[in-house]
């Protein structure tokens, strides 16, 4: 094994010193004399090459300074020189050999082995430079093409903040809104009907005895303005619940979950702790909307027999859960519906990006439907206008 690997490493010296050889005799011609090659061809006796071999190393050598040069007379020249050189190189294995016949022979069609091969590379090079233009010509393509989704969809991200923006100025327009109905039903029509109810008392008070008739129609009047005032608080309290801003998000929502067992007959508890009232105005009345909103779909949808709320604080961020042990849903079908998307969950998730918090719904069968929003806590949180 340790003798192969000489002989290889020796044979490799000798090709690299035929190549420089063949060189310096293209470039001189027969200045150079033929020494060199006799010499070369010794060594490949003295390292048992065979004829083949030599040829081998010969076209090897020729290949590298024939490929360079484009002018056919110039290569008629070289391979003219580089066949008297390789006639010199060969002489030495002739006086070993009585083949010598033969060796010209094959070297001839070596030769001519060498010339096909050769066109063969010419060929070869020209569709080579064709293609080359061909995959330019891609490339130029694909970098417009390239450029034109980056375009596109630097088109797409303004377009959908624009959608954003546009949502969120609905939702607070909406709340807006709704605040002010609730102050108007509660400061005026609340006080009107009120007042209708205690002249109502008056006209009771004064009826004579004979006018039981005018008593009964006043005591059926009062109890419509009773049930009407019930009903404007009810609408008052759904628009903007004044235990929100009077008491605080613990109170209103309890007294909303209050409702929410009563109408529906599920069981629902709420958990928070002390400091949640310590939000801005427009986060604990994000908190409450999702809320709402949230328990409105379990009773509308979830046929659960319990939910529990708990909003607890974490390292920089509070965490509102709501966990129902109702039928599940595909998540991620609601979002990519295409007529007719959820617009519970996509208002819920805006509602919490307006002011800076994240939004996810999990929900697999047999463990029910889970929604976690989360909200910044610090008071550096940018947050837009949402009273």
């Known amino acids: 094994m340790k003798a192969t690997s000489i002989s290889k490493r020796k044979s490799s010296t000798l090709a690299s010193r035929y190549q420089a050889s063949l060189s310096r005799y293209i470039r001189q011609g027969q200045a150079a004399g033929l ?11 003295a390292l048992k090459l065979e004829t083949l071999e030599l040829s081998m190393i010969h076209e090897k050598a020729l290949v590298v300074q024939i490929l360079p040069i484009r002018s056919s007379t110039a290569r008629n020249r070289v391979m003219q020189r580089a066949a008297a050189f390789f006639a010199g190189a060969i002489l030495p294995m002739e006086e070993t050999h009585r083949s010598a016949v033969e060796a010209n022979v094959k070297l001839r069609r070596l030769n001519e082995a060498l010339n096909r091969r050769t066109l063969d590379l010419a060929a070869s090079n020209r569709q080579l430079k064709k293609e080359i233009v061909k995959r330019k010509v891609v490339e130029q ?3 417009k093409s390239e450029q034109q989704s980056i375009r596109l ?8 903040e624009q959608m954003r923006h546009l949502s969120r100025a609905i939702l607070s327009a909406q709340e807006e809104e709704r605040k002010r109905i609730s102050r108007e039903l509660h400061d005026v029509i609340g006080q009107v009907l009120t007042s209708i109810n205690v002249r109502l008392a008056v006209l009771k008070t004064e009826a004579t005895v004979n006018t039981k008739g005018l008593a009964k129609s006043i005591l059926h009047a009062q109890r419509l303005v009773e049930k009407s005032v019930n009903i404007v608080r009810r609408f008052a309290y759904n628009l903007r619940p004044s235990l929100l801003d009077d008491l605080g998000l613990v109170a209103c929502l309890d007294s909303f979950m209050a409702g929410f067992m009563k109408e529906t007959g599920i069981r629902a508890s709420l958990t928070a702790f002390a400091g949640v ?3 801005s105005s427009a986060k604990r009345t994000t908190l409450y909307r999702v ?3 949230a328990l409105t779909n379990v009773g509308r949808h979830s046929r659960a027999s319990r939910v529990d709320v708990t909003i607890e604080r974490l390292a920089n961020r509070v965490r509102m859960q709501i966990k129902d042990n109702g039928k599940s849903f595909d998540v991620q079908k609601k979002w990519h519906i295409r007529k007719r998307p959820h617009l519970g969950l996509l208002g819920m998730r805006e509602r919490l990006e307006m002011v800076g918090g994240s939004f996810c719904v999990e929900s697999s069968p047999g463990k029910g439907t889970t929604i976690k929003a989360e909200i910044p806590f610090d008071k550096g949180a940018k947050e837009h206008s949402l009273q």
């Open 35 to 45: 020494k060199p090659a006799v010499k070369l061809g010794r060594q490949a006796v």
């Open 141 to 143: 393509t694909l970098r």
């Open 153 to 160: 969809l630097e088109q797409s991200r303004h377009m959908q």
């Open 277 to 279: 009232d310590n939000l």
């Open 291 to 293: 809320a709402q909103e």
